[in-house]
């Protein structure tokens, strides 16, 4: 895990506001946990920060420029970082692994931490990735906090076309469906289907999860080359509300497992 000290500012924009929310700090004669206050987080989230293992929020960067009088430095810092995500998927994975619970809207895939191994492997194919083996291995190893003695609560939205798609196979999606009834055969996991007959609607615009932590809410919208996460706290509060309204439009969990018996019924038959 990175100290403050070993970050190096030329690695990434985010280590560059972490190493330097840390020598400010210092230069200004503040504890962590003095900083922690002015900025309203726990001293453990300044750690983090840091760290880098947790951005700074465009509020929280607006407040480090006040208290080290520094106009703009920090606000403009945020404003690229938001636009660099070399990576976001060891930032998010680090996220997800602290989660209580996910909440999330899959249009177009099924989401990650379902995936069988095959599955995966044919929707890394389809985008021509590189190392497919190694991406494939990355993302088991995600699903591991599914097994944890106390894993996270799931609540997962997917759209009917997604099972529709035939990725990989008949084959595949069989096996891949057979593990969605399983999984939502658990009580950590709540798995509901939006109808293909659903029509237009705010989720059509791509998928997006939210993880809950002990220090708040985090976004994350997917995008073609990677992602991006969202911590401002009405940017998060937006995605809530567009999942509730997604959520409004799904089948019952029932209906959803009797939906899925009848779609794998339809592959076994092919």
């Known amino acids: 895990m990175n100290r403050g000290s070993d970050l190096d500012p030329k690695e990434s924009l985010a280590h560059l506001m972490a190493y330097y929310l840390r020598k400010y700090r210092e230069a200004a004669g503040l504890t962590q946990l003095e900083l922690a206050g002015r ?7 300044l750690g983090n920060l840091e760290r880098g ?54 249009p177009l895939w099924l989401p990650g931490l379902l995936q069988t191994p095959a599955y995966a492997k044919a929707t890394f194919e389809s985008g021509h ?44 999606m069989r096996d891949q469906i057979e593990h ?15 109808p293909a007959r659903s029509g237009s609607h705010a989720g ?10 002990e220090e708040g809410d985090i976004g994350f919208v997917e995008a073609p080359l990677g992602g991006r996460l969202v911590q401002d706290e009405q940017d998060v509060r937006k995605l809530l509300r567009r999942w509730d309204g997604i959520r409004s439009l ?21």
């Open 250 to 270: 799904a089948l019952p969990v029932n209906e959803t497992r009797e939906k899925l018996f009848s779609i794998l019924k339809g592959l076994s038959e092919e």
């Open 39 to 45: 900025l309203h987080v726990g001293d453990s989230h």
């Open 129 to 172: 990735a590189d190392d497919i083996d190694a991406r494939v291995e990355t993302r088991l190893q995600r699903q591991r906090i599914l097994d944890r003695d106390d894993p996270p609560r799931l609540w997962i939205l997917i759209d009917e076309k997604a099972l529709l798609q035939g990725v990989g196979g008949p084959e595949v």
């Open 180 to 194: 969605l009834l399983a999984l939502a055969e658990r009580s950590s996991v709540t798995l509901q289907m939006v």
């Open 53 to 106: 293992r947790r951005r700074i929020t465009i509020t929280q960067a607006e407040e480090a420029d006040k208290i080290f009088d520094l106009p703009g430095w920090f606000e403009n810092l945020h404003y690229h970082a938001q636009r660099q995500h070399r990576d976001w998927l060891e930032q998010y994975a680090a996220l997800e692994v602290e989660a209580s619970d996910i909440k999330t809207w899959q």
């Open 204 to 213: 059509l615009d791509g998928g997006f999860n939210v993880l809950t932590t």
